[in-house]
């Protein structure tokens, strides 16, 4: 079966491992902080803050914006459900945005009018996640305009982009027109750590408070202590509550070594999306925004006649491990639960029902990517 994403395992990446377990320190010695640090220079970003999993990033993202019993996070239903669950970590209330289906991302025409609708009610939502779906930014600039008279945080969940650019050019987590941007570094991403996450962002106090929610609440940090404490060298304080979502360092050592071959990855997933792209030109299938500047996370088709669960089944029997991104966050029975109802979002449930996941990461070879294309126009011709 040809997968639909895999990572990428060189020697210097097991070596980079195998070193950190020879040395002193498995977690917290000099591998976070060492790749928080290449993470900012290759981003842009002033702060990064490393994490276990992306969905922990989420979570103290949410935390660092103030995100509290009785306040609303909106998000898209055409992403995975921790875009969602973040806010409902935090006692807060999820809503959505529909997406634009030309981008598959947040509409921004829709976001501009829930913005009016809910003013109105003084309903207003407290933060919003954007993701840039597939790898391909949303465009952040005309977000961020449109919520500014709104005293809104924005959060962008980046876990599909890193290594790929905003419309303006800026790297993904560098730019000034959000407060957070989340990452992952599960397998599939563009970079891996096996589990792992980080929160980047520019505002320093942001930052301290991510810190803080990762690690018990807790910090050694002497201008943060209480007074009278600051010359014990025993000393730590408990600041708020707190998690342990710190990440490993060997798991930061496999980052940081991935983080090297990180353009060379998404140069990859380009030439290979790019190949996709030219000989899928005659199918009946709606081929994904030829972004030049995405991290090409996913190549999503959507089929304009076919059946999308046979086309599903006859490429998996033909070896073809095709995926489907995603459900509508708001169709699963626990959000349904929660009161939502399917309709809600018409263009992310068309979307969805259409969709087909082909296989694309940095590995998959020119002869397996052909052997997609001929099993797909097979069962679409
Ligand atoms: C992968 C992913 C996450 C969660 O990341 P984990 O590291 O698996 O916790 C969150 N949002 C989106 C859009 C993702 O694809």
Same mark, same amino acid.
Request: proline letters at 4%; charged letters at 20%.
């Given at each position: 079966?040809?997968?639909?994403?895999?990572? $990428?395992?060189?020697?210097?990446?097991?070596?980079?491992?195998?070193?950190?377990?020879?040395?002193?320190?498995?977690?917290?010695?000099?591998?976070?902080?060492?790749?928080?640090?290449?993470?900012?220079?290759?981003?842009?970003?002033?702060? !990064?803050? !490393?994490?276990?999993?992306?969905?922990?990033?989420?979570? &103290?993202?949410?935390?660092? !914006?103030?995100?509290?019993?009785?306040?609303?996070?909106?998000?898209?239903?055409?992403?995975?459900?921790?875009?969602?669950?973040?806010?409902?970590?935090?006692?807060?209330?999820?809503?959505?945005?529909?997406?634009?289906?030309?981008?598959?991302?947040?509409?921004?025409?829709?976001?501009?009018?829930?913005?009016?609708?809910?003013?109105?009610?003084?309903?207003?939502?407290?933060?919003?996640?954007?993701?840039?779906?597939?790898?391909?930014?949303?465009?952040?600039?005309?977000?961020?305009?449109?919520?500014?008279?709104?005293?809104?945080?924005? &959060?962008?969940?980046?876990?599909?982009?890193?290594?790929?650019?905003?419309?303006?050019?800026?790297?993904?987590?560098?730019?000034?027109?959000?407060?957070?941007?989340?990452?992952?570094?599960?397998?599939?991403?563009?970079?891996?750590?096996?589990?792992?996450?980080?929160?980047?962002?520019?505002?320093?106090?942001?930052?301290?408070?991510?810190?803080?929610?990762?690690?018990?609440?807790?910090?050694?940090?002497?201008?943060?202590?209480?007074?009278?404490?600051?010359?014990?060298?025993?000393?730590?304080?408990?600041?708020?509550?707190?998690?342990?979502?710190?990440?490993?360092?060997?798991?930061?050592?496999?980052?940081?070594?991935?983080?090297?071959?990180?353009?060379?990855?998404?140069?990859?997933?380009?030439?290979?999306?790019?190949?996709?792209?030219?000989?899928?030109?005659?199918?009946?299938?709606?081929?994904?925004?030829? $972004?030049?500047?995405?991290?090409?996370?996913?190549?999503?088709?959507?089929?304009?006649?076919?059946?999308?669960?046979?086309?599903?089944?006859?490429?998996? $029997?033909?070896?073809?491990?095709?995926?489907?991104?995603?459900?509508?966050?708001?169709?699963?029975?626990?959000?349904?639960?929660?009161?939502?109802?399917?309709?809600?979002?018409?263009?992310?449930?068309?979307?969805?029902?259409?969709?087909?996941?082909?296989?694309?990461?940095?590995?998959?070879?020119?002869?397996?990517?052909?052997?997609?294309?001929?099993?797909?126009?097979?069962?679409?011709?």
């Amino acid at each position: 079966m040809i997968p639909y994403g895999k990572h $990428n395992i060189d020697d210097a990446d097991i070596a980079a491992v195998v070193d950190v377990l020879k040395n002193e320190f498995l977690t917290q010695g000099k591998q976070v902080p060492a790749f928080e640090r290449a993470l900012c220079e290759y981003t842009g970003a002033s702060h !990064a803050v !490393a994490v276990n999993s992306g969905t922990s990033g989420l979570h &103290i993202a949410c935390l660092a !914006a103030g995100i509290e019993a009785g306040d609303i996070v909106w998000t898209v239903p055409n992403s995975f459900a921790a875009s969602a669950n973040c806010a409902l970590y935090c006692g807060a209330s999820v809503d959505f945005v529909d997406i634009d289906p030309d981008t598959r991302n947040l509409s921004p025409a829709l976001l501009q009018e829930k913005l009016h609708h809910a003013a109105k009610q003084k309903a207003l939502p407290k933060a919003l996640v954007v993701v840039h779906f597939a790898g391909s930014s949303c465009d952040m600039r005309q977000i961020a305009d449109i919520v500014k008279p709104y005293n809104i945080t924005l &959060i962008e969940d980046g876990a599909h982009a890193l290594g790929g650019e905003d419309f303006d050019g800026n790297k993904i987590g560098g730019s000034n027109c959000s407060s957070m941007t989340v990452l992952s570094f599960h397998p599939v991403k563009s970079i891996t750590t096996a589990e792992g996450g980080a929160v980047l962002t520019n505002h320093a106090d942001l930052a301290q408070k991510l810190r803080l929610y990762a690690s018990h609440g807790i910090t050694r940090e002497k201008e943060l202590l209480p007074a009278g404490h600051s010359d014990e060298a025993w000393y730590y304080a408990q600041q708020c509550l707190g998690y342990n979502y710190r990440l490993s360092d060997l798991h930061a050592a496999l980052g940081l070594a991935q983080l090297k071959r990180l353009d060379s990855f998404i140069h990859a997933r380009r030439k290979k999306a790019e190949y996709y792209h030219k000989a899928l030109a005659e199918l009946p299938v709606i081929r994904p925004p030829g $972004n030049i500047r995405s991290a090409w996370h996913l190549y999503v088709i959507e089929l304009l006649h076919h059946d999308r669960k046979q086309v599903f089944e006859a490429l998996r $029997n033909a070896g073809i491990g095709v995926n489907v991104h995603y459900i509508p966050i708001h169709w699963h029975p626990y959000y349904q639960k929660l009161g939502f109802a399917q309709g809600q979002y018409p263009a992310s449930e068309k979307y969805y029902q259409r969709a087909i996941t082909l296989p694309l990461y940095a590995e998959l070879t020119a002869d397996m990517q052909d052997e997609v294309i001929r099993q797909l126009k097979e069962v679409l011709m």
